[in-house]
């Protein structure tokens, strides 16, 4: 930009006159196709004015932005226009801009306008806010002053105040929004996780940067009874809250499955077409597992979901190989349960994609990741979990949700594994089995060193799960007894797949009244079918503090 002119263009100087064409000239203009003869301008035609009529003080002096004229190295005021004065008020000209536009150095544009007076290149500076006057965009250009060979910085504010106001309210719209889902996604995970008594966990949840709408990650830990444990994780692919909200219904809807007691497969059966009745346009993987302390084993259905880890004492990592159906609501698909040894000593890490996805990186290189990182780590589940988080570079500003579920089998030695035990007896059937489950019932209870009255009732429910199972099962029937630190547990399994119920007896009847006994004088009891064929039923009793 040239202001050459400026000085020629203050009101009462005077003008050259431009050169306009005589209306002779004007009628001369080439005739359009298929006319003939010249086609004269109409006389009532308005003059448009010659760009040299136009001052540039004028001009700049009625736009509506903020303008100011600035020469030196001390950026000394030249020029500003009206709407700069009714803004910021007067400014003295002559005056260095340090000392007479503080407004500059509030939004930031001493330094911006050396570098523009050094390099020659206009820069802008994108709704700067000041204390007073609103927000600016402002963009500042070098010029040629005449008579100064120092040159000078024309600064340009354009006025964005309402558009500043608009997206700090769009901002703060959206922070609300999040701040809801994060709270909607965190009230629906387990406030406190069950603490099962063969098992140890431990579970994080981390939601995604300020810049990453929340997710639908999810974890559980279900006792199921028996000493057995469920391990849920799972994900919705959606964001914000219609993703937690779906979260929260396939939980719920876990919890009520468990209690079923099925094979992991049947869950996720039954999980994928309640998924697509909850909303069809959204997908969830998961993955179900159960823990049998007794099998040393995790028993476990996945739907689309990333493989189970497992880490052995010797520091061995192994992946739970196939099967893995498609995430749920897809339908049609017949999902099957698989295995993986987690024996006494043994970690097993369920997680979401968020810990292992990254852009531009292949999603087993993540796992493969995690493999390494999980086979060094080693502590309580919750160490665990803190270390993996730290190993996969998950931060506050990560853009994803990250959920870990990590469960211990804790190898127990001296004093700790005397407070567990495990007992079994073979029954073959016949009149001799009663008495040889009392027996053997009596025996096995009074070396724990249970109170009698602890070790009568145990013997009482003992000899009626096994007279139900003579009665109703059939062969291989087996009783086993298991102690822990916190119950006793009373297991009878046998060939007949047919699930005993409760039911009330008549005065009358002389049998029926096996299960109500059990279910009276126990904590707790259930049922469930067997993966071979045939069923377990159980009772627990809570050992006295």
Same mark, same amino acid.
């Given at each position: 930009?040239?202001?050459?002119?400026?000085?020629? !263009?203050?009101?009462?100087?005077? !003008?050259?006159?431009?050169? $306009?064409?005589?209306? &002779?000239?004007?009628?001369?203009v080439?005739? /359009?196709?298929?006319?003939?003869?010249?086609?004269?301008?109409?006389?009532?035609?308005?003059?448009?004015?010659?760009l040299?009529?136009l001052?540039?003080?004028?001009?700049?002096?009625?736009?509506?932005?903020l303008?100011?004229?600035?020469?030196g190295?001390?950026h000394?005021?030249?020029?500003?226009?009206?709407?700069?004065?009714?803004?910021?008020g007067?400014?003295?000209?002559?005056?260095?801009?340090?000392?007479?536009?503080?407004?500059?150095?509030?939004l930031?544009?001493?330094? @911006?306008m050396?570098?523009v007076?050094?390099?020659g290149?206009? $820069?802008?500076?994108?709704?700067?806010?000041t204390?007073?006057?609103?927000?600016?965009?402002?963009?500042?250009?070098?010029?040629?002053?005449?008579?100064?060979?120092? %040159?000078?910085v024309?600064?340009?504010?354009?006025?964005?105040?309402?558009? /500043?106001?608009? &997206?700090?309210?769009? *901002?703060?719209?959206?922070?609300?929004?999040?701040?809801?889902?994060?709270?909607?996604?965190?009230?629906?995970?387990p406030?406190?996780?069950?603490?099962?008594?063969d098992?140890?966990?431990?579970a994080?949840?981390?939601?995604g940067?300020?810049?990453?709408?929340?997710g639908?990650?999810w974890?559980?830990v279900?006792?199921?009874?028996?000493?057995?444990?469920?391990?849920?994780?799972?994900?919705?692919?959606?964001?914000?809250?219609?993703?937690? &909200?779906?979260?929260?219904?396939?939980?719920?809807?876990v919890? #009520?499955? &468990?209690?079923l007691?099925?094979?992991?497969?049947?869950v996720?059966?039954?999980?994928? %077409?309640?998924?697509?009745?909850?909303?069809a346009?959204?997908?969830?993987?998961c993955?179900?597992?159960?823990?049998?302390?007794?099998?040393?084993?995790?028993?476990y259905?996945?739907?689309?979901?990333?493989?189970?880890?497992?880490?052995?004492?010797?520091?061995?990592?192994?992946?739970?190989?196939?099967?893995t159906?498609?995430? @749920?609501?897809?339908? %049609?698909?017949?999902h099957?349960?698989g295995?993986?040894?987690?024996?006494p000593?043994?970690?097993?890490?369920?997680?979401t994609?968020?810990?292992?996805? *990254?852009?531009?990186?292949?999603?087993?290189?993540?796992?493969?990741?995690?493999?390494?990182?999980?086979?060094?780590a080693?502590?309580?589940?919750?160490?665990?979990?803190?270390?993996?988080?730290?190993?996969?570079?998950?931060?506050a500003?990560?853009?994803?949700?990250?959920?870990?579920?990590?469960?211990?089998?804790p190898?127990?030695t001296?004093? /700790?594994?005397?407070? =567990?035990h495990? /007992?079994?007896?073979?029954?073959?059937?016949?009149i001799?089995?009663?008495? !040889?489950?009392?027996?053997?019932?009596s025996?096995?209870?009074?070396?724990? $060193?249970?109170?009698?009255?602890?070790?009568?009732?145990?013997?009482? #429910?003992?000899?009626?799960?096994?007279a139900?199972?003579?009665q109703?099962g059939?062969?291989?029937?087996?009783? $086993?007894?298991?102690?822990?630190?916190? !119950?006793l547990?009373?297991?009878?399994?046998?060939?007949?797949?047919?699930?005993?119920r409760?039911? *009330?007896?008549?005065?009358g009847?002389?049998?029926?009244?096996?299960?109500?006994?059990v279910?009276?004088?126990?904590?707790?009891?259930?049922?469930?079918?067997?993966?071979?064929?045939?069923?377990a039923?159980w009772?627990? =009793?809570?050992?006295?503090a």
């Amino acid at each position: 930009m040239n202001f050459t002119r400026w000085s020629a !263009r203050l009101p009462g100087t005077p !003008r050259r006159a431009a050169a $306009r064409p005589d209306r &002779a000239d004007r009628g001369s203009v080439p005739a /359009a196709r298929g006319e003939s003869g010249p086609q004269p301008w109409p006389d009532d035609a308005a003059e448009a004015p010659a760009l040299d009529d136009l001052s540039v003080r004028d001009i700049l002096g009625q736009l509506p932005a903020l303008v100011a004229l600035l020469h030196g190295p001390e950026h000394r005021v030249a020029y500003v226009n009206d709407a700069y004065a009714a803004a910021f008020g007067p400014r003295p000209l002559g005056a260095p801009a340090a000392k007479a536009l503080p407004e500059l150095d509030e939004l930031g544009l001493l330094p @911006l306008m050396d570098q523009v007076l050094r390099s020659g290149k206009p $820069r802008t500076v994108k709704s700067r806010k000041t204390q007073a006057a609103g927000s600016y965009t402002v963009t500042c250009s070098p010029v040629g002053i005449p008579g100064h060979d120092e %040159g000078g910085v024309l600064v340009f504010a354009a006025d964005v105040t309402d558009h /500043a106001e608009a &997206a700090e309210r769009l *901002r703060a719209s959206e922070r609300r929004h999040r701040e809801t889902a994060v709270t909607l996604q965190r009230s629906l995970l387990p406030q406190e996780l069950e603490q099962p008594d063969d098992l140890r966990v431990a579970a994080t949840y981390q939601p995604g940067g300020k810049d990453a709408a929340v997710g639908g990650d999810w974890y559980d830990v279900i006792t199921l009874g028996a000493g057995r444990t469920a391990l849920v994780i799972g994900d919705v692919m959606g964001r914000g809250v219609r993703a937690a &909200a779906v979260m929260g219904q396939l939980r719920t809807a876990v919890r #009520a499955y &468990a209690r079923l007691d099925l094979p992991p497969h049947e869950v996720l059966q039954l999980l994928d %077409g309640l998924a697509a009745e909850i909303d069809a346009s959204q997908i969830a993987t998961c993955v179900y597992a159960v823990h049998d302390p007794n099998e040393g084993r995790l028993v476990y259905a996945s739907a689309g979901h990333l493989p189970v880890l497992v880490r052995h004492e010797d520091g061995t990592v192994h992946r739970a190989a196939d099967p893995t159906g498609p995430p @749920l609501g897809t339908g %049609g698909w017949l999902h099957t349960s698989g295995t993986i040894a987690l024996p006494p000593g043994a970690t097993a890490v369920l997680y979401t994609d968020g810990l292992v996805e *990254r852009r531009g990186e292949d999603i087993d290189e993540g796992v493969a990741s995690l493999e390494r990182a999980l086979s060094g780590a080693v502590g309580t589940p919750q160490v665990v979990c803190d270390r993996l988080i730290r190993s996969l570079g998950v931060t506050a500003e990560h853009d994803d949700d990250v959920a870990v579920l990590v469960c211990q089998h804790p190898a127990r030695t001296g004093p /700790a594994a005397e407070l =567990f035990h495990n /007992a079994a007896l073979d029954l073959l059937g016949g009149i001799e089995a009663a008495p !040889r489950a009392r027996a053997f019932a009596s025996g096995v209870l009074a070396s724990w $060193r249970f109170p009698v009255e602890l070790r009568d009732l145990g013997v009482l #429910a003992a000899s009626e799960l096994v007279a139900n199972s003579l009665q109703h099962g059939t062969p291989p029937m087996r009783l $086993r007894l298991r102690r822990t630190d916190r !119950r006793l547990i009373i297991e009878v399994t046998d060939g007949d797949d047919h699930l005993p119920r409760r039911r *009330r007896a008549d005065p009358g009847d002389e049998a029926g009244r096996g299960i109500s006994i059990v279910a009276t004088i126990a904590s707790s009891w259930g049922s469930r079918r067997t993966p071979g064929g045939g069923k377990a039923v159980w009772c627990e =009793f809570a050992l006295p503090a």
